[in-house]
C-alpha cells in the first residue's frame, strides 16, 4: 500500500493497478495489485518440481508432463491448484469492495468542486481610545454647532467606517479619566458645556504633562491614543508663568522617554486645527475674558509607528472637516535603516559590479552641451516617517557631508520599488570618497509662529506655550539622536 498525496487533478494515468479515489480528501489510498496474479494460474508445487518446468512446449506428452507413477502427488497439487484459485478470487473480491467504498461509489468526482480546506486568519485591529480635554478652557468650543464639533465627530466617524478599528472607546480627561462609552454619535451630540461639568474632575486649571503622563499610561500594544486638547497651559495665580512652562516641558519630557523606553517603535503625530470659539478665555493667572473668534486646538495621536502610519493612510488629514488640518508636527524614533539606490544614468559613472545600489565608480563631468559637472542620483524610500512631503522635500532639513556637492529633491518616477524621492547631487568638480547626507529631525517653523509666549490675553492663532509642550516631545525622541536616517554613496 501506497500513500499518495498527488490531487485527482494532478494525477497522471499510471501504466497498471488500481487508484482509489476519494473526492472529499487531498489524500488518495491506492492498491496496486498485478494483473497476472489476480486472473492467472502461477505455477503450481508439481510444476515446479516437474524435470520439463524449464520448457514451456505445450505440444509435449501428457506422460512428460505428469508421469503416471506419481497421480497421487498430481492429485494433491490439484486440490492446492484449486484451493489457490479460491483464495485469489476473494483477494481480487475484496480488493474491488475497498475500491467500491473508498471511491465515492466508482463514481470520479470533478475536484475543482470539491471543498478545499481553508486557514482562517484573523485580523486583530488595533483598539482606539479617544481623550476629549473638558476643563473649564474647552467649553467655549462646544457651545453649540461648531467647527471642532464637526471635525471631531467626522474625524472619529472615518476611524470607525474604515474598518481600522473593531474597538473605539470615547472618554473625558481632565484630572480625571472618565469613560463615556463607544457611541459616537450619542457622545457628540452631548458636548456642551453643561455636560462638560457635570462629568465631574477638576476642571480648573490644566496640568499637561499630567494629562499626557494619564494618556501614555493607558496606552498599551495594539492601542492609538488621540488626544483632543486647547493645548493651553494654566499655570494658576501667584505662580512664576515662565519657570512653569520650563517644568511642564521637562515634565512631558520625562514622562514621554519612560514611554519610548518601554515601546521605542512609537510615534507622536500632533495636528493643528481651528474652530469658532464663544466662551471664557483663560490667561495664565486664570482670569477669564469673553470671547467670540477663532481659536486654535489640537489633535495629537499616539502610539506605534506601523499603526499610526496605517491610521493616516486610510483617514489622511484632508479628509478632516470645518477648517481641516493647519499645521502638523510628527515625530519617529530614529535613526533607521531605508532602501536607496544609485539611479543609473543619472551621470557619467559606471556602478560597482559588487556594491550597485551605493558605490559609484570612474565619476566624471558631464561633458555634452553646456553640463560642465559631476552628478548623480540617488532613489529612496522615506515614506516610513510620517513626514510631509514638504519636509521631506526641504533642503534645510538634510545634512550634507561634502559641501562641495548641491543637493537638490524631487519626487521619484513611479517605480515597483517603492522608492518616494530623488536626491539629486552636483559638484563643479570630482570628489571621491563617502558622500554622507542625513535626514534631520527638526520643530518645524510653525511651532514657534503659533506660540504664544506671554499668555495674559488671547492673541489670535496663537496658543500659551504650545511649543513648550512640542518641545518636551521632540527632546524625548532625540535623547540620543538628531536624525531620521543617513544615507551614504561611495565614489571610487
Known amino acids: 500500500m501506497k500513500i499518495d498525496k498527488t490531487t485527482y487533478k494532478d494525477r497522471k494515468e499510471r501504466p497498471s493497478g488500481m487508484t482509489a479515489y476519494h473526492a472529499s480528501r487531498p489524500d488518495k489510498v491506492l492498491f496496486f495489485a498485478d494483473t497476472h496474479f489476480l486472473f492467472k494460474s502461477r505455477p503450481t508445487l508439481h510444476t515446479l518440481s516437474s524435470p520439463t518446468c524449464r520448457h514451456t512446449n505445450q505440444s509435449l506428452p501428457k506422460s512428460a508432463i505428469l508421469p503416471t507413477h506419481n497421480l497421487n502427488n498430481h492429485l494433491n497439487n490439484l486440490k492446492l491448484k484449486s484451493m489457490n ?29 470539491a471543498p478545499k480546506d481553508s486557514v482562517k486568519v484573523e485580523i486583530i485591529r488595533p483598539t482606539v481610545n479617544v481623550y476629549i480635554e473638558n476643563s473649564g478652557s474647552m467649553d467655549g468650543y462646544v457651545k453649540g454647532v461648531t467647527e471642532f464639533e ?29 469613560p463615556q462609552g463607544s457611541d459616537i454619535s450619542d457622545f457628540i451630540e452631548k458636548l456642551e458645556p453643561n455636560n462638560f461639568k457635570n462629568k465631574g474632575g477638576s ?13 501614555l499610561t493607558e496606552t498599551c500594544p495594539n492601542e492609538i491614543a488621540i488626544l483632543v486638547t486647547d493645548g493651553i497651559f494654566s499655570p494658576g495665580k501667584g505662580k512664576d508663568a515662565e519657570q512653569y512652562l520650563v517644568n511642564q516641558q521637562i515634565g512631558i519630557k520625562s514622562n514621554m522617554a519612560a514611554y519610548l523606553k518601554k515601546y ?157 524621492h530623488q536626491l539629486n547631487f552636483e559638484s563643479g568638480s570630482v570628489h571621491k570618497g563617502v558622500i554622507s547626507v542625513k535626514l534631520k529631525t527638526l520643530i518645524p517653523q510653525w511651532v514657534e509662529e503659533k506660540n504664544d509666549s506671554i499668555g495674559t490675553a488671547p492673541v489670535k492663532g496663537k496658543t500659551y506655550g504650545i511649543k513648550y509642550q512640542i518641545h518636551g516631545v521632540y527632546e524625548a525622541f532625540t535623547i540620543s539622536n538628531n536624525y531620521y536616517t543617513e544615507i551614504k554613496i561611495k565614489i571610487n
Open 150 to 178: 464637526q471635525a471631531v465627530y467626522n474625524y472619529l466617524t472615518d476611524i470607525k467606517i474604515s474598518q481600522f478599528t473593531d474597538s473605539l472607546n470615547l472618554f473625558y480627561i481632565n484630572s480625571d479619566i472618565i
Open 264 to 420: 521605542p517603535n512609537s510615534a507622536v503625530v500632533i495636528y493643528q486645527l481651528s474652530s469658532q470659539f464663544d466662551g471664557l478665555y483663560y490667561n495664565h493667572e486664570d482670569y477669564g475674558t469673553k470671547i467670540n473668534e477663532q481659536r486654535p486646538y489640537y489633535i495629537w495621536i499616539i502610539g506605534e509607528t506601523d499603526l499610526i502610519n496605517d491610521l493616516i493612510i486610510k483617514v489622511p488629514e484632508n479628509k478632516f472637516k470645518g477648517s481641516g488640518v493647519q499645521n502638523v508636527f510628527s515625530i519617529t524614533g530614529g535613526p533607521k535603516s531605508v532602501d536607496y539606490a544609485v539611479k543609473m544614468g543619472s551621470g557619467n559613472f559606471d556602478l560597482d559590479k559588487q556594491e550597485p545600489k551605493t558605490t559609484i565608480e570612474n565619476l566624471k563631468k558631464e561633458t555634452k552641451g553646456k553640463q560642465n559637472s559631476a552628478r548623480f542620483s540617488v532613489n529612496v524610500n522615506l515614506s516610513g516617517f510620517l513626514l510631509s512631503d514638504n519636509y521631506l522635500r526641504d533642503i534645510s532639513n538634510y545634512e550634507l557631508n561634502n559641501k562641495d556637492f548641491a543637493l537638490t529633491i524631487c519626487n521619484s518616477v513611479s517605480n515597483s520599488f517603492g522608492y518616494t
Open 203 to 215: 476642571r480648573g486649571t490644566t496640568d499637561i504633562s499630567n494629562l499626557l503622563k494619564c494618556v
Open 85 to 113: 484459485k479460491a483464495i485469489h478470487v476473494l483477494y481480487g473480491f475484496v480488493v474491488i469492495l475497498l475500491l467500491t467504498s473508498c471511491g465515492n461509489s466508482g463514481k470520479k468526482t470533478n475536484n475543482n468542486n
